[in-house]
């Protein structure tokens, strides 16, 4: 189990799938990472991609983000992240997903933005981040100076051929690594 740090739904404990098939953000980096981001929470239409049990995401809408859409791949989890955000009361405020991302054709996420909040954090050295990030730079729902949060291995790298996002800061926990980038585009 994993808990709400802070805001409306504080202390609720969040579900998690059983087994590796998620790796939820630890409650100190997540501490970290929204202390950095402060106010600019409040308000945020949010995009959470590779969900998994939603923490980040409902950690927003918790702290005052308007509006969330999670994006989640593994069929699998989508129950539990659903019913995480039954038990926080943010059902109302979100719009769950299944889709790979990078989207290939049609892109599913598009219809519930434009995004100024985006997190990701997908599954550690499987060339996911960059081709992520890559797909974000080129979004038009991405908004100019929406702030881009990344959770990744130490090992990976932030692509360099990036036009529109920039890095702004990174912080290292251990073996991972949150990078925060702002949109420029």
């Known amino acids: 189990m994993i808990r709400v740090i802070s805001g409306t739904a504080r202390g609720v404990r969040l579900s998690v799938p059983k087994g590796e098939r998620t790796r939820p953000?630890?409650?100190r980096v997540k501490e970290t990472l929204f202390n950095i981001l402060g106010d600019t929470v409040?308000?945020?239409?949010?995009?959470d991609l590779f969900a998994g049990t939603g923490a980040l995401g409902i950690e927003a809408l918790s702290r005052g983000a308007a509006w969330a859409a999670f994006v989640?791949?593994?069929?699998s989890v989508l129950s539990v992240l659903r019913a995480n955000l039954e038990r926080v009361g943010f059902d109302g405020r979100a719009k769950v997903v299944n889709c790979r991302i990078p989207p290939s054709g049609r892109d599913p996420v598009a219809p519930f933005g434009p995004y100024d909040l985006v997190f990701l954090d997908p599954p550690y050295e499987r060339s996911l981040l960059g081709a992520t990030l890559r797909?974000?730079?080129t979004c038009a729902y991405v908004q100019k100076g929406a702030r881009i949060?990344?959770?990744h291995s130490i090992k990976e790298e932030l692509p360099?051929?990036?036009?529109?996002?920039k890095?702004?800061?990174v912080k290292r926990f251990g073996e991972t690594v949150v990078s925060f980038?702002?949109?420029h585009g």
């Open 149 to 151: 949060v990344a959770e």
């Open 167 to 169: 890095p702004s800061r």
């Open 160 to 165: 360099s051929n990036l036009q529109n996002l």
């Open 135 to 137: 797909w974000i730079d």
């Open 42 to 47: 409040r308000g945020s239409t949010v995009l």
């Open 72 to 75: 989640e791949m593994d069929r």
């Open 25 to 27: 953000t630890a409650d």
């Open 181 to 183: 980038l702002t949109h």
